[in-house]
């Protein structure tokens, strides 16, 4: 079964990203889209990699005194999709392929679509992979 991942970048708008994630679990509710349609969240923090201990204490921090926007602040924000199609699917899979990045909060998004055999794709697949 050939793989789709579709990126969307959120930049810090935790907010939107919710709202993605949201809309995603009612099209999967309501289309019955349960192993076809996955979606996994990264937050790539933009301290460097000898500054992350300190900004994860920075984010202790800043947790107790607010509540944990200090995370959102600090971190950029992406929402990885994967569409898992059969092959007999193909014209459903380029029908979600079309209308999920139109859709209101994914459009500002900065959507990319990785298709198998594309540049890129086998880096987008093991992220996909790493995320919990």
Known sequence: ????????????????????RHKLEGWK?????DKKL???MERVEAAGEENQKVAKVEKKVKKKADDGDGKAAHADLK????????GHEKLTEQRWVQRIPTEEPFVRASPKVAKSGE???EAVEKKFEELD
């Not at 793989?3 to 993605?20: N, P, S």
């Open 1 to 20: 079964m050939a793989h789709i991942y579709l990126v969307f970048d959120f930049a810090k708008d935790e907010e939107k990203l919710q709202q993605a």
């Open 29 to 33: 509710q309501a289309f019955r889209l």
């Open 38 to 40: 996955l979606y996994k």
């Open 79 to 86: 929402l990885l999709v994967r569409l898992a199609f059969s």
């Open 119 to 121: 540049a890129g794709f």
